[in-house]
């Protein structure tokens, strides 16, 4: 599927950019020059007649999105939780894709759930009312367990929805091939890894019996912690295209309004939100990675609820005490530690020059320092960040992927809440008990005894090795390979036989 034919795909989305006014909002959104807008213009106003027309009452931006499919609208909601970035105009605009698009019909998700269970949807729910949410891959209906009665909440796919994503993730692959072709210098962000990366993660959220199993291992992982909750699991119905988990009551956290009217203590909340996602981060490796205001409310008993499960991150071990240790040392304005960490876990090639590598972090730590906290953005500092790495040629880490994009999500929904938070001082105290725990004293011996505990478990076959060893080691050497005949001895033979087969037809 990936050939040129998806050049017309990305034709096609600037021409719908362009003929729904999208593209000029979006150019002035991200602040682009002048000379960028006229060339835009320029270039794109006469295709624009090949564009989708989208829905003429929506705002351009949703109209264009909307117009061109799922994965258009994941890249929507991400952008809904930045204000800072598109201005809280247009991120008010966006936060409708997060779970309130247009629903399929009743009639299609009473036929996927009796499809996918074999047998009548009356069977299985007492009652099953009409979507109450729906994004760009699945939506919502409240119904009730005949069985038990209990209040659930039923997942259903959207129809036809697995074709048209990879459809658009078809063409980012050819995209990416072409900016690798034409680009080399951007080879170093790896594209095709990155779209790679992203198919993996929507084509595990396309699944919903991952989405469950997801869930039920984050509930297992935060059950203890105070002020945080995942609904549970209904498994008998839940499948590939159904999932039902329990229903859960509460505030939307894109509501402001309501949360401030119910007594919410905004401030803390958003610092509850970027503590929580870094304590599961770094002390689990496992995480919520779509973590937007249409995926958490404040439950009723004043906890925060996650929901949707689709797009989980995670990160061994190794990679949480580099990346942790690359914060610590960002807040303790140490750049040289944090220079010897990119080194160390091999992000960035030796043969850098490691001082000039620290100073050009300090570029990037020192301006967040003593600024306000309205002027200290997560998203602008990756961006530098992104800028002095290519400068030192390290290339994109796609298993850092989820968690850089999760950071920017959640700093803008706690922004959100609380424009005046500061996500390097609400991270501080978690990040400094996750180092105080993994990288002192104790922390090594714990280490230790792991290693031991795999030695032990190949005890018994040890002699076997090291016998299969040294007789590697004594072995002779094998015997060097046949002369081939040269080049030409085997055009001649070719001509030869070529030559014998026309004569042969010549008789026949």
Do not use: C
């Not at 989208?54 to 949703?62: E, F, H, M, V």
């Not at 799922?70 to 800072?84: E, H, M, V, W």
């Not at 009551?249 to 949360?259: C, K, M, P």
């Not at 991270?427 to 922390?443: C, E, F, K, M, Q």
Request: proline residues 7%.
């Amino acid at each position: 599927m990936r050939g040129p034919h998806n050049l017309w795909r990305l034709i096609r989305t600037g021409a719908t950019f362009e003929r729904t006014g999208a593209m000029r909002t979006a150019l002035e959104a991200f602040d682009a020059p002048p000379a960028l807008r006229v060339a835009a213009r320029v270039l794109g106003w006469p295709f624009q007649w090949l564009g989708l027309p989208g829905d003429p009452a929506q705002p351009p931006i949703l109209r264009a999105l909307t117009a061109l499919g799922p994965a258009y609208i994941k890249f929507g909601q991400l952008l809904s939780t930045r204000p800072d970035v598109v201005g809280p105009e247009l991120a008010a605009q966006l936060t409708v894709l997060q779970d309130k698009l247009p629903p399929f019909p009743m009639a299609e998700a009473r036929a996927a759930i009796e499809h996918e269970f074999g047998q009548p949807l009356d069977e299985l729910f007492a009652d099953f009312e009409p979507a109450v949410a729906a994004a760009s891959l699945a939506q919502v209906h409240r119904a009730e367990l005949r069985a038990t009665g209990q209040t659930v909440a039923v997942k259903v796919l959207r129809p036809g929805i697995e074709r048209a994503f990879l459809r658009d993730v078809d063409a980012f692959y050819f995209a990416a091939g072409m900016i690798e072709l034409l680009a080399p210098f951007a080879r170093r962000l790896r594209p095709k890894a990155v779209i790679r990366h992203f198919e993996g993660v929507v084509l595990g959220e396309l699944d919903l019996r991952m989405e469950a199993a997801a869930a039920a291992e984050f509930a297992a992982n935060t059950e203890r912690d105070p002020g945080f909750r995942v609904p549970a699991v209904i498994w008998p119905a839940s499948g590939r295209r159904v999932l039902t988990l329990e229903w859960v009551s509460g505030i939307n956290l894109g509501d402001v309004e309501a949360l401030r009217a119910s007594g919410a203590d905004l401030v803390r909340l958003s610092e509850r939100i970027i503590q929580a996602f870094l304590t599961q981060a770094l002390r689990d490796g496992f995480f919520h990675a779509d973590m937007h205001q249409g995926n958490l409310k404040l439950g009723p008993d004043g906890a925060l609820v996650a929901l949707d499960f689709g797009i989980m991150g995670r990160i061994d071990a190794y990679t949480r005490r580099v990346y942790a240790e690359i914060l610590i040392g960002f807040l303790h304005r140490d750049y040289a530690r944090v220079a010897e960490v990119h080194f160390e876990a091999g992000y960035v090639p030796a043969e850098q020059d490691r001082d000039a590598f620290a100073q050009a972090l300090r570029s990037v730590g020192e301006p967040i320092f003593g600024q306000d906290a309205t002027r200290i953005s997560m998203a602008r500092l990756l961006g530098h960040l992104f800028e002095v790495t290519e400068r030192f040629g390290m290339e994109t880490r796609t298993e850092l992927i989820l968690l850089q994009r999760t950071m920017v999500v959640v700093e803008g929904v706690a922004r959100s809440l609380n424009p005046q938070m500061n996500m390097w001082e609400t991270s501080r105290p978690v990040v400094t008990d996750y180092i105080r725990a993994n990288l002192g004293p104790a922390a090594m011996a714990r280490d230790l005894a792991g290693m031991l505990r795999v030695l032990g478990r190949f005890g018994p076959q040890l002699p076997k090795l090291a016998e299969a060893a040294l007789a590697r080691t004594n072995a002779p050497p094998p015997p060097p390979p046949p002369r081939r005949a040269p080049g030409w001895a085997y055009a001649l033979a070719g001509a030869l036989v070529g030559a014998g087969l026309v004569v042969l037809g010549s008789l026949l």
